[in-house]
């Protein structure tokens, strides 16, 4: 069987997986088509991994883009970096609204700011990898891309006792085959993506955010926004009682994908 022909079985075979666990599926973008390892997962997909599905330097990791598309609930993921008073106002304004969010840290960032792993997580709050120093990391080489995941996993796992479940990639919203082999390599099972940017960072103001937030999300979105922009912390009242409108809760990562 050519290469070409088993990758796709492959992929298709995933899809297949997912689908039985209850998430949506989609292929990954043009030129990213996954190489899995033999006898390993396919290293794409927008679903929830299958629970047998733990992370080896073998298999590499899976890249979720959404959740379940018929549960009425949604991630709000946020990009660690910014002031520490910037993230207290970001963690309140979620908790007045009675929402929970997963901070996808910057190691580097974190390891200056320590006593802000303890106030993201007291709450109920969760909080992942987001590379040791928020590079171009598509474009690095393998060792490159392992210290810098790595590296932050070691940040988290200092300050918490774990280096979270949930990786993501800095400045590229899908990973590359390199990224998930890695990443795997690290111990992350998953890269995750999102398919709602709210373009935060842009600093459009809290009026556009709550827009672009409010007319893609649907059940089960991954909603990509950031901790140090203010214009973040203004919008997210708004966004949540949009969410309520629609009938849909703001609640982790893990809870989503549950």
């Not at 018929?70 to 993230?87: C, E, K, S, W």
């Not at 111990?187 to 999102?194: F, H, K, R």
Request: with cysteine; proline share 8%; glycine share 10%.
């Amino acid at each position: 069987m050519s290469p070409v022909n088993r990758r796709h079985l492959l992929t298709a075979a995933g899809l297949t997986a997912a689908a039985a666990a209850g998430c949506s599926t989609t292929a990954p973008p043009p030129g990213n088509i996954p190489t899995p390892a033999s006898g390993g997962l396919p290293a794409s997909g927008d679903g929830s991994p299958p629970a047998s599905a733990p992370a080896t330097p073998d298999r590499p990791a899976i890249e979720i883009v959404h959740g379940p598309r018929d549960r009425p609930a949604v991630a709000l993921t946020f990009h660690g970096q910014g002031t520490t008073a910037q993230v207290v106002a970001l963690l309140a304004a979620l908790e007045t609204g009675g929402a929970r969010g997963t901070v996808l840290a910057v190691g580097a960032w974190l390891a200056q700011a320590p006593d802000l792993a303890a106030r993201i997580t007291a709450h109920g709050h969760e909080l992942g990898n987001h590379t040791q120093h928020h590079i171009d990391i598509a474009h690095r080489d393998a060792a490159a891309t392992y210290a810098e995941i790595n590296d932050c996993a070691t940040v988290l796992r200092d300050l918490t006792g774990s280096p979270g479940r949930w990786f993501r990639p800095s400045q590229t919203r899908h990973s590359t085959a390199l990224i998930r082999v890695q990443a795997a390599r690290a111990g992350y099972g998953t890269c995750l993506s999102y398919d709602v940017d709210s373009l935060d960072y842009t600093d459009p103001g809290p009026a556009a955010v709550v827009r672009t937030t409010l007319k893609s999300v649907q059940k089960g979105s991954i909603v990509s926004m950031h901790c140090g922009h203010d214009g973040t912390i203004h919008a997210l009242p708004e966004v949540l009682t949009g969410l309520r409108v629609r009938g849909l809760r703001a609640v982790t990562v893990t809870e989503l994908l549950a």
